[in-house]
């Protein structure tokens, strides 16, 4: 067995040795690390795809809102939606609107006759012409659902009749209908019907179209914080990799003068190279969160304005509104338009019901009639002979008549009559239009017509469909507004929480600067580690990212907030007029 003095003679050259392997083992590896760390600056990222970096658009907030009501797509779309609604109010309208008609022609017609006193003569027809012209004006009245109708015709005849007085003749005919319902469609028709849902589909097409600008302004508001949010980001990164390049530049000059050993640049360098990543990633954010935003203010795909590098200017929103919770709870009740949207579809099955109910009633309409009659023409003087009689045949009835003793015929002369018109009916066309005016001829009637279906089940099938989307409807606006004061405590939540995170985001930056630039005095006073002041440096670009992002959810929970209560309109200073939106 070794003694104690072998083995201290035996382990001290072993020692010996492994510390000169290890110094030499260790220089080789800083000659090595040194050598493969030289400084490789690259320069920062500035490729934006689609974008020149050079040509900036300064972009307020306003800016980007007024932009947006002018060119966004969508609002336009739902301005079209109210414009058709518009239409469809004025066609409902024109049921009203008179239906005018008119028929001309002329007609000729031979016509036979089988009869003595037909006219024809010898040839057994005459000929007649006639040139008719007729106007016939009907529609609905607005009042009480009733319909009428005016006819008004007119003609000229000339026949070859041989027993026509008038010769040409001005027949003329006025007519005047009204149909009166005096239950079923009194009150309400379909046309009154569809007047009033026309009008409340104009509303509700208004309310849609108010919502879709709210929507598109609360959309370019978080999509403006967000590109703001992502350009101070990028900025921030920037300025890391800056001061990382600094710090290494610093531990370079370190190393060359034997302070700092040379694998303590792999440390700055992996810094580096990590905060690089960064500023890659914040530009991408950089880039979506733009083009999230011209997708929103911009008319087209054709715009120059894709190619420009938008900069938001607006300061960060960090006012609070000064507001209860049961004051916002109310305000959203009241001005949420959802609700309002609700409670015009409800309207609109109130219309349905009553019009079904009026269905469910027997039809019994008054029928009142008024017809005038004129007639004038040329008038004709009809010459007829009577008693003629054959000398021969009355000599020999006589004959006869003395065998049996009795007395002969005595039969009168031949006599001649002449047949005239009324002097009344003689004149020309104004005449007989005279005849209608002054109800020279009149014809009146009234009378009840009444219609009573077996079942009216259709009617009754609609009266109750409409009644059970009516209690779905007031379903519905109670679970509306239980998830609107649901969303109204959660902005309101979280706008206080998005407050408590910025002073304590700005603490904690605060806090980062005093405790990076201690750390950075202790290290070069060599009283820190190179690993505490990089982490130092890590810390405070957290912090100050931390605190942008506090920055951004205040100004974007005060959006949301102002959206929630309904009032992102009056905040916003826009108005919409009947046409179009202005701000």
């Known amino acids: 067995m070794l003694t104690e003095k072998s083995k201290s003679i035996f382990i001290v050259p072993l020692l010996f040795t492994l510390f000169t392997a290890t110094l030499y083992c260790q220089e080789k590896i800083n000659q090595d690390v040194k050598g493969s760390i030289e400084p490789k600056v690259r320069p920062f990222p500035n490729e934006r795809i689609g974008v020149n970096v050079i040509s900036q658009l300064q972009l307020t907030l306003e800016d980007a809102i007024k932009m947006a009501l002018q060119n966004n797509n969508s609002i336009d779309s739902s301005k079209i939606n109210v414009r058709i609604a518009e239409l469809n109010l004025q066609l409902a309208r024109s049921a009203y609107v008179p239906k005018i008609s008119a028929e001309n022609y002329f007609e000729t017609r031979t016509v036979p006759s089988a009869s003595a006193i037909g006219g024809a003569g010898a040839s057994g027809k005459f000929r007649q012409s006639d040139l008719n012209a007729s106007l016939v004006i009907d529609g609905f009245s607005p009042f009480a659902g009733g319909s009428y109708q005016l006819n008004f015709s007119t003609a000229r005849t000339t026949t070859t009749n041989q027993n026509a007085l008038l010769n040409p003749q001005f027949p003329s005919s006025l007519s005047f209908t009204y149909n009166q319902p005096l239950i079923n469609g009194l009150r309400f028709d379909s046309r009154r019907r569809n007047i009033e849902i026309a009008k409340k589909n104009l509303s509700l097409t208004d309310t849609q179209f108010r919502q879709t600008v709210i929507d598109i302004i609360s959309q ?134 009553r019009f079904y109910k009026e269905q469910m009633k027997p039809q019994v309409d008054l029928v009142t009639s008024y017809t005038a009659n004129g007639i004038a023409g040329t008038a004709r003087e009809i010459v007829r002979t009577s008693g003629t009689i054959n000398p021969e045949l009355l000599n020999r009835v006589n004959q006869l008549s003395a065998l049996q003793n009795l007395p002969p015929l005595n039969i009168p002369p031949t006599t001649t009559s002449i047949s005239r018109p009324p002097d009344a009916l003689a004149g020309n066309y104004l005449s007989s239009l005279t005849d209608l005016f002054t109800s020279r001829y009149p014809t009146y009637r ?21 009644l059970a989307e009516k209690q779905k409807l007031e379903n ?45 005095r202790q290290f070069n006073a060599g009283l820190t580690t190179l690993y505490m002041l990089l982490q130092r440096q890590n810390d405070l670009f957290q912090a100050k990212n931390r605190e942008l992002q506090a920055q951004t959810d205040l100004s974007k929970a005060i959006a949301n907030f102002y959206r929630t209560i309904g009032t992102t309109l009056e905040q916003r200073g826009v108005t919409i007029s009947a046409n179009s939106s202005s701000k």
């Open 220 to 353: 370019v508001e978080q999509s403006y914080w967000e590109l703001a949010f992502a350009l101070k980001n990028l900025q921030t990164q920037i300025e890391a990799v800056k001061q990382a390049r600094t710090q290494l530049e610093s531990n370079e000059r370190l190393v060359a003068k034997g302070i700092l050993a040379p694998i303590q640049l792999v440390e700055t360098r992996n810094q580096l190279t990590t905060i690089e990543q960064n500023v890659y990633l914040a530009q991408e954010a950089v880039t979506r969160a733009e083009n999230s935003l011209k997708a929103l203010i911009l008319k087209d795909r054709k715009s120059d304005i894709w190619f420009y590098s938008l900069i938001p200017i607006s300061p960060i929103e960090v006012n609070l509104p000064q507001i209860s919770l049961e004051e916002a709870i109310n305000l959203a009740l009241k001005n949420r338009l959802e609700l309002q949207q609700i409670q015009i579809d409800k309207e609109i099955r109130e219309i349905d019901e």
């Open 446 to 466: 009234i009378g009840l017509r009444l219609s009573i279906p077996f079942t009216n089940s259709a009617a009754a099938a609609e009266l109750g469909r409409t």
């Open 476 to 520: 519905q606006k109670l679970q509306t507004e239980q998830l609107i004061e649901s969303e109204v405590r959660n902005a309101f939540q979280t706008l206080r929480s998005a407050e408590a995170r910025l002073k304590a985001a700005t603490s904690s930056r605060l806090t980062a600067e005093e405790l990076y630039e201690s750390e950075k």
